[in-house]
Structures are given as structure tokens and as C-alpha cells.
């Protein structure tokens, strides 16, 4: 009954910062916060519904609102439009990876730049001197100095404050430290195809909080990518941790695959040991745009405008997932060689 009378209810106040559970809770009801946004938001932030900002975690929901009145109906005269100027939505968008894996990107970037990219070295202080600016660094234990008319940061939010910006002080950058990122742990783990009940006819799972598991979700990669194990093998990464159990993703290797196995066995009918097991551990996961998370943003901008020539990207200023980072960069890149449109 919620989602029949969706497009009827008025659209919120565009300028209160709703938490997007407030946000679903008001168009859609409980059951469609608690079954489809819950494990959305722990599969995509490993995060939780009550604390993302729906305006800076999912600002196109807030646009739908705000523009068409109903998310429904957004939907609905947004494929319209889409088809009319023949472009592709996200959820139809193909998805591709590489043969080796995603580290193949970054391993082919490195190819093309060469010397340009320069490993074991750490930026210490930024400054500037007639009108260029410094990056005072270490490189294997010697002290180089860099000068250019402009510097892009695209580290991680909470290892901005260990470098030094002439004119911001402390205080300001250790704002960035206190942007929550919370622990996330994969194991990827290869069954016998034929040891495994569940057909694995989709892209993976999520798992609804209300279900008291212990585990995030999963992957389905040999699904996704036929290629990522032998024919007679399937793979699945599954994640544990987040915002929902923190105190989970930080288990020893051992514990958590005795976790993940019997939630696997409960789940989708794995009845046999892995042939293969691999564990990644994140301390800091994922940045969670909160609510108030634009006053994040808002000290970015302003410590770029006061500071011309400074620049920020990465995952806590335009996006989380690598295709918004990538896209943030290709537009910082374009506006300052001028051919941005």
C-alpha cells in the first residue's frame, strides 16, 4: 500500500537534511526500508540506512523527489527521457571487468606514465612560493622538493591531516579524520561447482539486517566473470563488518571462515570445504556521507577557493564507487587543462 500511494505524498522540504531511512520511511514505508534499502545500503556503503544522508549519499533519490514530485513517477518520465536522447541508465549499463582482476587498471596506468609515478614517496608539507607550489617530500629516506602550478590530493580522507598545508591549520584538517570508515572484511572463497545447491543465477545476495546474519552479502563471481575459476569451480566473495558489525570484520581469518561457512551452508546449500581461500582486510572501508556530510564538502570548497592551484579528489569528495571517483578526476582533469565543456 506504501509504494501504490508513493506518488500522492508531497515532496519534502529541499532544504532539511533527511537520513535516507527518514527519506524512505516517508515515500515508501517500513517494509521497502527494512527489505530493499537495508541490504542496498550494507551491499553498496557497508552503511547503515539511519546515518547516510540521502542528499549526499544518494543525491539522485533527492533529485527524483524534488524534481518530479514522486519517485515513481521519476522513474517512470526519466525513461522516457533517457530514451529519447538515447543514453543508458546505470542499472542497464553493461558491467566488465578484467582478465586478471581490477588491478590491471592501475598496473597499465603505470605502464603509460613510467617515471612519472613515483613509489615509496611521501608527501609531507604543501606550500607556495612565487605563485607555484612545493610538495615537500621523502623518497626512501631523502628529503626531494616538487614544484608545480597545481597539486591534486587523491589520497583517503582520513590520511589528509598527516600532511602539511601552508595556511590551513590543524584543526581544520583534522575534520577529515573524524569521516567515518567502517571496517570491512572479504573472504573469496572456490567451492566444487557440484557442492553447492543454489544455481548462483544472479549477481550475488543481500542481507537484510532484520535477519540477524553475520554476514553483509555476497558476490557470485563466477557468475559474474566465468573466467575467475576453473569450469568445475564456483566463487563467491562475501563480506563481513561494516557500520551493521563492526566487531566482525577485524575476526582472525580462521573465525571468520568458520562464520562465512556456515552462513553459506544456511544460505545457498554449500555442503563442502573450500579449495581456495583468500582474506582482505580493511581497517577503513568506505566513507559514509552522513548526514551533515555537506559541511564536508563545503570545507573542500572553500579551502580550494582560498587556495587556487589546490585541488581534492578521490572517494570522500565526489563519489564512493570507482566508476564516481574516475568520473570526478576525468572532470577535475578536463577543467583545469580547459577543455571541460
Not at 501504490?4 to 515508501?28: K, T
Not at 530493499?36 to 540506512?49: D, E, K, L, R
Not at 566488465?96 to 615509496?120: H, M
Not at 548462483?200 to 575459476?229: H, M, Q, W, Y
Request: a neutral charge; hydrophobic letters at 35%; one cysteine or more.
Amino acid at each position: 500500500m506504501s509504494l501504490i500511494g508513493e506518488p500522492f505524498r508531497p515532496a519534502g522540504n529541499p532544504d532539511h537534511e533527511e537520513s535516507l531511512s527518514e527519506f524512505v520511511l516517508r515515500r515508501l514505508g517500513r517494509e521497502f526500508l527494512d527489505y530493499a534499502i537495508n541490504p542496498f545500503v550494507a551491499g553498496v556503503y557497508a552503511g547503515a540506512p539511519e546515518k547516510l544522508g540521502v542528499q549526499q549519499a544518494f543525491p539522485k533519490l533527492h533529485e527524483l523527489e524534488q524534481r518530479y514530485g514522486s519517485l515513481i513517477r521519476g522513474q517512470i518520465l526519466g525513461a522516457r527521457e533517457r530514451k529519447k536522447e538515447g543514453r543508458v541508465s546505470k542499472q542497464r549499463a553493461p558491467m566488465f571487468s578484467f582478465r586478471q582482476g581490477l588491478g590491471t587498471l592501475p598496473e597499465r596506468f603505470q605502464e603509460l606514465l613510467g617515471d612519472s609515478i613515483l613509489l615509496r614517496t611521501r608527501a609531507l608539507r604543501i606550500s607556495k612560493d612565487s605563485g607555484r607550489w612545493l610538495v615537500d617530500a621523502e623518497q626512501e629516506g631523502q628529503r626531494v622538493i616538487f614544484s608545480a602550478d597545481h597539486v591534486i590530493y587523491s589520497g583517503t580522507a582520513h590520511q589528509l591531516p598527516e600532511i602539511s598545508i601552508e595556511e590551513v591549520a590543524t584543526s581544520e584538517l583534522e575534520t577529515f579524520r573524524t569521516i567515518y570508515h567502517p571496517p570491512v572484511s572479504s573472504l573469496s572463497l572456490a567451492f566444487p561447482r557440484n557442492r553447492v545447491e543454489h544455481p548462483l543465477d544472479g549477481f550475488g545476495l543481500l542481507v537484510p539486517e532484520a535477519e540477524n546474519r553475520k554476514i553483509l552479502g555476497a558476490l557470485f563471481i563466477s557468475t559474474l566473470f566465468p573466467e575467475r575459476c576453473p569450469g568445475d569451480q564456483v566463487l563467491l566473495t562475501v563480506f563481513i563488518g561494516g557500520t551493521r558489525q563492526p566487531e566482525h570484520a577485524s575476526l582472525p581469518k580462521q573465525e571468520l571462515q568458520e562464520l562465512v561457512l556456515k552462513e553459506l551452508k544456511s544460505m545457498l546449500g554449500t555442503n563442502a570445504e573450500p579449495v581456495h581461500v583468500f582474506h582482505r582486510f580493511w581497517e577503513k572501508a568506505i566513507p559514509q556521507y552522513e548526514v551533515g556530510y555537506g559541511k564536508i564538502r563545503s570545507k573542500l570548497d572553500a579551502l580550494e577557493t582560498s587556495h587556487p592551484g589546490l585541488h581534492f579528489t578521490g572517494n570522500f569528495r565526489g563519489g564512493i564507487s570507482v566508476a564516481d571517483t574516475i568520473l570526478h578526476a576525468l572532470k577535475l582533469t578536463d577543467l583545469l587543462t580547459g577543455t571541460s565543456n
